[in-house]
């Protein structure tokens, strides 16, 4: 517990001296387990959420806080499978799909703990074959859902926000809130590569208005 608590200090310290978090924008607020602007959402923003897993409390609690309809994304067959054994209400619509650079078919490699939905398409260690899942552009799935904007879109993908986030970014699509967990600290990740990633995006006009004790969840609103 002791070592767990000093390697978040550490984030925490590093991201500090990199000045990543932002103290001026919108005031955030805990909806779930996520933080978001709440005076930028209404009942008719357009929520995505990427990276189900077996977990959709974030989901759960923005449409019972705001009225939104939350659009969510899993392609593995485990994260379909248990979102079909759940009462889930009319504002969440699932979709089989996953997010990164290019449409078509990836490759998504299961965690190396058994029972537990967090696929990846990075290699992790574990011993178990991967499973095919199909992924889509931003852009490709918002014309296939008559979105131009999005006014939140939280990603929690298991590493393949490397390849989305910067497509994304390129797509032309306004995205208001950007909540995404970088997983630098994956064994084919590096720090660097996360705080890279979190340039790119505060140099595309974000302020990053929170990062989570752990280090490794942040929300972006854009100014």
Same mark, same amino acid.
């Given at each position: ?54 977990? /959709? ?122 909540? /995404?967990?970088?997983? @630098? ?20 006009? @974000? ?13 972006? /609103?854009?100014?």
């Amino acid at each position: 517990m002791l070592l767990k608590l000093l390697k978040q200090q550490l984030r925490q310290h590093r991201l500090r001296r990199a000045g990543v978090l932002d103290e001026t924008g919108p005031a955030m607020e805990k909806v779930g387990d996520w933080v978001v602007a709440p005076n930028l959402v209404g009942p008719e923003s357009v929520v995505h959420s990427f990276g189900v897993g077996d977990n /959709v409390a974030w989901d759960l609690a923005m449409i019972a806080r705001f009225g939104v309809t939350v659009h969510a994304f899993d392609p593995t067959p485990a994260s379909m499978e248990w979102v079909a054994r759940q009462k889930l209400p009319a504002q969440f619509r699932f979709h089989p799909l996953g997010i990164s650079n290019r449409d078509g078919e990836l490759l998504f490699y299961p965690p190396r703990r058994a029972g537990t939905t967090h696929y990846s398409q990075d290699r992790r260690g574990g011993s178990l074959p991967p499973v095919a899942g199909q992924v889509r552009r931003l852009a490709t799935i918002a014309r296939d859902l008559g979105h131009n904007h999005i006014d939140i879109l939280k990603l929690d993908v298991e590493g393949s926000e490397f390849d989305a986030v910067p497509d994304l970014l390129a797509s032309g699509i306004p995205v208001e809130q950007l909540l /995404v967990e970088i997983h @630098y600290h994956f064994p084919t990740r590096s720090f660097g590569q996360g705080l890279a990633l979190i340039r790119q995006i505060k140099a595309q006009g @974000y302020a990053c208005r929170y990062v989570s004790p752990r280090g490794y969840e942040f929300a972006f /609103v854009r100014k």
